[in-house]
Each structure stands twice: as C-alpha cells, then as structure tokens.
C-alpha cells in the first residue's frame, strides 16, 4: 500500500480476524450484561423491599418472617422439617405467606412442637416457649403417708392430711421441719373438705352433716380429745365452709342455707340466707370479707333463673356478734 495513503488522516489499519472474533465477543457480553442487569433487576429490587418469587403462582409476594426465642435459649431450630442455621434467639426471614410447622430441640429438654402461620409483611413471634428438663428436679416432701394437703405460701408451710392415720402434718416448704400437730376426731368417717385457719392455730373438717374444729398442739403432748368441737346439721346437707376473716366465726354452706356459726363448743348457727338451690358454687374473699355464691329465683314467668349474689359480711366483728345474738334470739 502507498505511504501517502497511510499517512492520510481518515487511513484506519485493516482489522485482523482475530480482533473482529473479539470485538463481536465483547459486543455480546455487552448485551447479554444489559439483559441479564434490566432482566434480574426486579428480583433484586423485589428482594431488597421484602418480596419474593412465588413459583406456585409465579407472583411476586410480600415476605414475613418467625422471630423465635426460648428459655433456656439455644435450641435447634426446625422449619418443616429442615435444620435452620440459627439457633435460638433467632430470626427466620423470607418465608412465603402460609403455614409452617416449627420444632424446637434442645439436648436433655422435652422438644416443642406447634404450627405457625406467616403473614405478608408480619412477624409471627414465639417468644415464650419454655423447655422442660428430661429429668426434672423432684424431691419427695413427706415423710408420712397423706391423703391431701395445703399449701401457706405467705408462711412457708404445708399441711397434710392423713385419713387413715387421723393425724394432721406439718413441715417447711421445702419438706424440713416435718411433724404431726393434731389428730383427727374418730367418729369423722367422710371427709369432704378442710382448711386451717389464718391464725394457724386451727383447722375444720367437714362431712355431710357435721362440722368439726380441731385445735393445733403446739405443747407436743398430743391431748387432742377434749379440744375438738362438733357442729352437727342433721336436717341438712353440708357443701362448704370457709374461715371468716377473724379465725373465729365459720361461713357455711348447706343445701337450704347461707349460715354463720362461731367455732366453739355448742355455738348456735344463725341462718343468713335462705336458698332455693344448692349452691354448687361458692367463694370467699377473705381479704374483702365478701362472699359470692349462686342461686335460683323465679321470674314473672314462672322460669327459674341462675344467678350470682355477692353477701357482704361486716369488716367490724362486734357487728356480726349483733347480728348473731339477735337473729339467735328469734
């Protein structure tokens, strides 16, 4: 080729086949990078503003997440089946709107199983799960046979029971300290309820028709036979009894009445309501000194409707002595 033509401004050298190969190469590339940018950038955009591809409806969804924690914590996490990396406290996110069947496992603990359902865009927190131990801490308390107890939190005590022995226990929370404080009156041959009094000083029992109040020997000579009193209702049938708040006076429940007696010997029951059911139900505040029972009366229409009364018993003890005296008089 001519020299003047090389030197000429618009000369560009002959490409080799090897350069067009190339260049075609990286004109592709270019391309495909563009298709491959603008084809995957609403994934990407997708991801980043918590959607997800749903391949069952081929939509876009919006994701929700399971935000777990246990205690103790470190518990293996299981998502339908499938071991999640995390361990508890632990987030798992992405996940589609729907069911999901969730196993917490933990060595030497009781696993927890359950079902959670996800919603867009929502957290579904479990975050009071408790494992339990395989082997729990359990320590036998008693140290004589009973047949039911009672349990002073505010005193740090329990009470035992022991029908067939007719001996009532004590001992500290925690099972020291464990001793036999009274006796059970023979005669008693159905127990149907009992509770100790809040000067702890005493306790009923209670059978169909009677009552009995039994004084706690704290001198350990065990002369229990002149200290029990007995309250007899042979023409009706008891259903509870509670302690009044001054650990002197019974409230007691039978089938035909809302009563009051004193626990001593010979006391005469003052009958405060008449009921036209038994009461089934029945609680008594002792803090408030109001007792709440159920009834039945008759509407104008002849229909028995159940209802629920609340009696309100004086806070003042020489005003209940009043009453008792004066309905005793009638």
């Known amino acids: 080729m001519p020299g003047w033509l090389k030197k000429h401004k618009n000369y560009r050298e002959p490409c ?21 940018f603008f084809g995957g950038l609403p994934f990407i955009l997708s991801f980043a503003l918590g959607y997800k591809f749903n391949t069952h409806t081929l939509k876009f969804v919006k994701t929700g997440l399971i935000y777990i924690k246990t205690q103790p914590e470190g518990s293996s996490i299981y998502l ?56 729990p801490d359990l320590e036998q ?8 107890f009672r349990v002073d ?59 009995s109040v039994i004084f706690f020997d704290d ?34 429940l039978t089938n035909k009445h809302v009563a009051v007696v004193e626990s001593r010997p010979l006391s005469k029951t003052v009958n405060l309501i008449e009921l036209n059911k038994e009461a089934s139900e029945a609680f008594y505040d002792n803090k408030r000194q109001v007792l709440y029972f159920s009834d039945n009366q008759k509407g104008p229409d002849g229909t028995s409707y159940n209802n629920l009364y609340k009696l309100e018993l004086s806070p003042e003890l020489y005003i209940l002595e009043r009453l008792m005296k004066k309905r005793g008089d009638e």
């Open 153 to 211: 939190n505010e005193r740090g005590e329990i009470y035992y029971l022991d029908q067939v022995g007719r001996i009532v226990y004590k001992s500290s929370l925690d099972g020291s300290n464990f001793e036999d404080i009274a006796s059970l009156p023979e005669k008693f041959s159905q127990i149907n309820g009992w509770e100790v009094s809040a000067d702890k000083t005493k306790m009923f029992i209670f059978g169909p028709h009677q009552i």
């Open 219 to 252: 001198r350990n000579d065990y002369e229990y036979s002149d200290s029990f009193v007995y309250l007899d209702y042979p023409q009706e049938r008891v259903i509870k009894v509670f302690w009044h708040t001054d650990s002197y006076h019974l409230i007691v």
């Open 16 to 36: 080799s086949f090897s350069d067009r190969v190339f260049q075609r190469a990286r004109s592709v590339l270019f391309y495909l990078s563009l298709l491959l």
């Open 80 to 135: 339908d089946g499938k071991l999640v990396p995390e361990k508890s406290p632990a987030s798992v996110q992405e996940l589609l709107p729907g069911v999901y069947k969730i196993t917490l496992a933990l060595k030497k603990y009781y696993p927890w199983r359950s079902e959670v359902y996800v919603e867009a865009g929502k957290v579904s927190r479990i975050d009071k799960v408790i494992l339990f131990p395989l082997r």
């Open 141 to 148: 308390l008693n140290q004589a046979g009973f047949s039911s």
